[in-house]
């Protein structure tokens, strides 16, 4: 692996440090208060091609390769989570999963609107009752002539009130284990479809995060985004690339809080000297600038693997892990770098932890990385 970055890859990484410094980094603190990122946020985001990465161009993509979209997603999450999280989503989750699984009209009716930001996509797996095992999911699609009937709840839904289509995973068979579910492209205007809002989120919380609910939604049956029952494939497929966009986030957190950390050092002054001459302040700065390394480096070997054809969805677990709890411990001791003004939201500190905690949680949970790595290593599955 060639770890230099190729002149194209710089320019995409320019690219989009400018935009966040420009769009993104002068908002981020007054949308995580008002609680709602600004929705014009998503067409600027698609005018500059950051929603259409690694898509094909003849769906509106904007094509690059896996490492480019770490870079980006990098340096979305280093200026507001909440907005990498939409690009992590409406791109990473559905329109990258419709272009690897979707028919040729599924591909022309949804990815030219995601990638361009007309439309968001939001992705439907987690219900109320069901979490760590998806599989066990309950909501349920009913065959009905050429129509399905969905009944059902999803939880925690990302985009989900923003969203114009949902790609959602519901039980259309009684096939045993995971092989009844299927999965469907859901416009968020179908009757029977309705939402909510959930609020008081510790972080994210510029984000939209819904619950949504199927009462007797009907939907044609070549909204089926796969085969029927192969619809758990589909959705592993897309949380295995879905995890290292996830970790590119999480380097992106830990970087802002190396920057914030290293400036306020060389800024503050404690017992006659800048605290950036004490010992145990260059040990909070050391630990995090390895955590930012490390979690960078095995995030790009998997956009590495994915750019050369390889199996990946084993280093995307690790990356995620692995930069998860970094980011959560990097943005930790940049507060203990700022003492007591790290408590309160004028400085950064405070709001780059509350982002990166739920990343240990969403899109499989660091026990749940830990037992699908540990299966891989063993041969045995402790789920
Ligand atoms: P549970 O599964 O109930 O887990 C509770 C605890 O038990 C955890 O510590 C877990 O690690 C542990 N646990 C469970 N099973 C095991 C086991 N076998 N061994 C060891 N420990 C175990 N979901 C979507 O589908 N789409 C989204 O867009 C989306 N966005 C989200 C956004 C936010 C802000 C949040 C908070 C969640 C989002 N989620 C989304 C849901 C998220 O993926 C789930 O919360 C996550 O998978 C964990 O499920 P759970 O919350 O039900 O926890």
């Known amino acids: 692996m060639d770890l230099e970055l190729s002149d194209e890859q710089e320019a995409v990484r320019r690219l989009a440090r400018d935009f966040v410094r420009r769009e993104v980094t002068p ?28 898509i094909d161009e003849t769906y509106g993509g904007s094509g690059g390769d896996h490492l480019a979209y770490c870079l980006v997603t990098e340096e979305l999450g280093r200026g507001d989570s909440s907005v990498r999280g939409i690009v992590s989503v409406s791109l990473g989750l559905v329109a ?8 040729e009209e599924q591909k022309r009716t949804w990815l030219p609107g995601l990638t361009s930001g007309e439309h968001v996509g939001c992705f439907g797996l987690t219900e109320p009752g069901t979490g760590s095992d998806a599989g066990s999911l309950a909501t349920r699609a009913v065959r009905d002539g050429d129509e399905y009937v969905i009944d059902g709840s999803k939880m925690f839904i990302t985009n989900g009130t ?37 609020h008081g989120k510790l972080g994210l919380r510029g984000q939209a995060t819904a619950e949504l609910v199927f009462d007797g939604v009907r939907v044609p049956a070549s909204a089926m985004l796969g085969e029927e029952g192969k619809g ?16 590119a986030g999480c380097v992106g957190i830990a970087q802002a809080a190396l920057d914030a950390a290293v400036a306020y050092a060389g800024e503050r002054e404690q017992f006659g000297k800048p605290i950036a001459g ?31 054809g390889k199996p990946f969805a084993v280093e995307s677990s690790k990356a995620k892990l692995f930069a998860s709890e970094a980011a959560v411990r990097a943005a930790n001791n940049a507060l203990q770098v700022f003492g007591g003004y790290g408590y309160i939201d004028e400085y950064p500190a405070g709001k780059l ?25 063993t041969g045995v599955s402790a789920f």
């Open 278 to 308: 004490h010992q145990l302040v260059q040990e909070l700065i050391s630990d995090i600038a390895v955590d930012v390394d490390a979690a960078r480096l095995l995030t790009w070997r998997v956009a590495d693997l994915i750019d050369r």
């Open 96 to 103: 990258k999963t419709i272009a690897a699984w979707g028919t």
């Open 27 to 54: 908002h981020a603190a007054a949308w995580d208060r008002a609680e709602e990122v600004d929705r014009g946020i998503v067409k600027k985001l698609g005018e500059v091609g950051f929603l259409g990465l690694t």
């Open 353 to 377: 932890l509350r982002d990166a905690r739920v990343m240990t949680l969403y899109e499989g949970t660091s026990q749940i990385q830990k037992l699908v790595i540990g299966r891989a290593l």
């Open 232 to 247: 758990f494939s589909v959705a592993m497929s897309a949380l295995a690339k879905g995890r290292m966009s996830v970790a």
């Open 162 to 198: 923003w969203a114009d289509v949902v790609l959602q995973f519901a039980r259309s068979t009684d096939a045993p284990g995971h092989k009844g579910v299927s999965a469907f492209l859901v416009p968020t205007d179908t009757p029977g479809l309705t939402r909510r809002a959930v």
